[in-house]
């Protein structure tokens, strides 16, 4: 954290430092010429060897050559491994972040922070910085007292200069393995979004067969080749920070749930589903259809008071105030399975409901499935419509789903799947009122072929929800599923019916998948920028919290994590928060709030972090719940096998 007061500085000021940072380094540019000129020679009547490694020696200035100076100048001179780029790369560090990965390579300081920043990497320069710097030296038996630390307030520079033939020399002005971790951060968000390739047993450099099927890593990349100046525009421009969870955590030792499915996501299991315009622009003129003739059912209910005629429709099933009917079977005598039809309220606002239930990607799909244990694997097979900013909640996707069944594993009957169109987005009633609603409609193409050892099913759902409260979202649900095949008709009908009322879920998966968002947020400007500076009183009560263990950013663990502050026992209010893990698990951690941070989170703006997720793509990471699991409560669940 940052053990000063905020560093205000003019315009006056910046330029001032620019200049004399300038200044220093075209005298140091200037004299590496010459040195360039002498055929690197060094006058050791100046210099005397201190220490080689290699080819590269540092030399320490003789005392007669600077006899006013306590301590020596030192030189060194000689080859470094690597690229220019790949040097200037390791060394550039301008935000904390940075600075704080370079030093768990380079062990160069203790503590740290960043005072001011006054020149930012630009695309046309990435390596270019100027920022002011605050940094601890640990010295050896400080701790007993002998000796006193050493810490530095200065100013570091960086950039890229030319010869007169036109060659790059960087530079690096300090005055008063980071590119292998941005890839696999590459490769691990594809695979969040898309899926691994299908597994092959064999070495994909000599082609020998390997009989381990535990795969952590997604082949060998070269990343010797790789542009690193475009990693540094990433890291230093753009600020996409690299994420501790493209790592496997070998040092934890979580508890697996034995939920349904296998302990990974697999691979699509159809060929590309390739879908013509005409195609696309078909089904979601058929998705319109039956989402509109829905908004009019659920209009007439909304005028008729939300009358249910119990002469149709018969009450199967009540969770508080929201009923589940079954159609009698004289009002549809024909049909195998009687349709369903959901009324009452749910928990939460509307945008919240909207976020829980929306999951137009692999990711999203998967966190919703941790919460609602909806489905046991599935995979997107096609998106028709993206969400935007402007309908963050509008989504059209073509997807497949496996829902296991009891006693599948032994043969007495097999699990059904299903290939289906879901839609998803708002439209508004006459006094401009808003009303999400959500579509599952089944649809067949050629590549769906039906696959071993399931039953393809079929199904029609369609959920309306309208905010009536501050708390309070109105919901109207009809739907019908056949599972076809040999299924018991109880099952079958019990199945449907948790379908329908999983619904009661979607706000506080919405609420959870808000809290994860807003946590990647908070814990990206602690990265940037340090952590308040602590204090030991809780922030709800102010009792003393006299936690000694520490967890991240150096605090201790009874912190609310989001605002830093300390937390009582008391007053501390955990939630289990679901993500996807380095090894592409579903893992559950326990986090600590404080009541302030937790009422401000489940008022903030929904709709931003639907934007920030379902429009921008940028996904929630386990390094927000805590550095290391040995810190939190975790558990791993063997998940939904998912796919795209």
Avoid at 284 to 295: D, M, Q
Avoid at 442 to 452: A, R
Avoid at 592 to 601: D, I, T, V, W, Y
């Amino acid at each position: 954290m940052n053990p000063f007061p905020d560093l205000i500085l003019t315009r006056d000021d910046r330029a001032e430092l620019v200049e004399i940072g300038n200044s220093l380094v075209i005298t140091k540019f200037k004299e590496y010429q010459e040195y360039l000129g002498n055929q690197k020679a060094v006058d050791m009547s100046r210099w005397k060897t201190c220490m080689k490694i290699g080819n590269t020696t540092t030399f320490l200035d003789r005392n007669k050559s600077n006899q006013g100076s306590k301590m020596p100048a030192s030189l060194m001179v000689g080859p470094l491994p690597g690229t220019l780029n790949d040097n200037m790369f390791g060394l550039v560090n301008p935000t904390l972040e940075s600075m704080r990965i370079k030093s768990s390579y380079l062990k160069d300081f203790s503590a740290a922070a960043m005072l001011a920043t006054i020149v930012e990497p630009t695309d046309e320069e990435p390596f270019r910085s100027v920022v002011i710097k605050w940094m601890e030296i640990d010295i050896p038996m400080a701790s007993i007292g002998i000796v006193h630390n050493r810490d530095y307030v200065y100013m570091e520079s960086t950039g890229i200069l030319r010869l007169d033939n036109g060659e790059r020399v960087g530079y690096h002005l300090i005055h008063s393995m980071k590119k292998l971790a941005w890839m696999l951060e590459q490769r691990h968000a594809e695979a969040r979004e898309h899926g691994i390739p299908a597994y092959k047993s064999a070495c994909v450099a000599c082609s020998k067969e390997v009989k381990d099927r535990k795969v952590d890593a997604f082949g060998r990349p070269n990343t010797t080749h790789m542009d690193t100046e475009e990693v540094a525009r990433m890291i230093f421009v753009h600020k996409r920070h690299v994420m501790s969870n493209v790592f496997s955590s070998t040092d934890r030792t979580p508890v697996r749930l034995n939920m349904a499915g296998g302990s990974r996501f697999t691979v699509n299991p159809f060929p590309d589903l390739v879908l013509t315009p005409e195609d696309r622009e078909q089904l979601v003129e058929i998705g319109n259809s039956l989402v509109l003739a829905k908004f009019k059912e659920y209009q007439d209910h909304l005028n008729n008071q939300k009358y249910v005629d119990m002469a149709r429709w018969k009450t199967f099933m009540r969770i508080g105030n929201t009923t589940t009917y079954l159609e009698r079977k004289k009002s549809n005598p024909n049909s195998k399975l009687p349709a369903s039809l959901m009324v009452g309220p749910l928990p939460g606002t509307l945008n919240d409901n909207m976020f829980g239930l929306v999951n137009p990607t692999l990711e999203s799909m998967r966190i919703k499935s941790s919460y609602l244990e909806d489905f046991s694997a599935a995979a997107v097979l096609a998106t028709i419509v993206e969400p935007t900013e402007e309908e963050p909640f509008c989504a059209v996707v073509v997807k497949w789903m496996e829902i296991d069944i009891p006693m599948s594993s032994i043969g007495i009957v097999r699990n059904r799947d299903y290939v289906y169109m879901e839609s998803t987005g708002i439209l508004r009633l006459e006094n401009g009122e808003r009303v999400g609603y959500h579509l599952l409609h089944s649809v067949s193409f050629p590549q769906t072929h039906e696959l071993p050892n399931r039953i393809r099913g079929n199904m029609s759902f369609c959920g309306m929800f309208h905010q009536e409260g501050l708390d309070k979202t109105d919901c109207r649900g009809t739907g019908i599923m056949d599972p076809r095949g040999d299924l018991i008709r109880g099952m079958a009908i019990m199945g449907m019916v948790n379908a329908t009322m999983a619904g009661l879920k979607y706000s506080y998966c919405g609420q959870m998948k808000k809290l994860a968002w807003l946590l990647e947020q908070k814990h990206a400007e602690a990265r940037e920028s340090g952590t308040p500076a602590y204090k030991p009183a809780c922030v709800t009560c102010s009792k003393e919290v006299k936690d000694r263990k520490l967890g991240e950013f150096g605090r201790p663990n009874s912190t609310c994590k989001l605002c830093f502050g300390a937390v009582c026992p008391s007053c501390k209010i955990p939630k289990k928060l679901n993500f996807v893990a380095p090894d592409l698990e579903m893992v559950q951690r326990k986090v600590s709030f404080c009541a302030r941070c937790l009422l401000e989170a489940t008022n903030m703006d929904t709709e931003e972090a639907a934007r920030v997720q379902f429009v921008h793509k940028k996904h929630v990471t386990s390094t927000i719940y805590g550095s290391a699991g040995r810190h939190s409560n975790e558990t791993i669940h063997s998940d939904s096998t998912v796919s795209t």
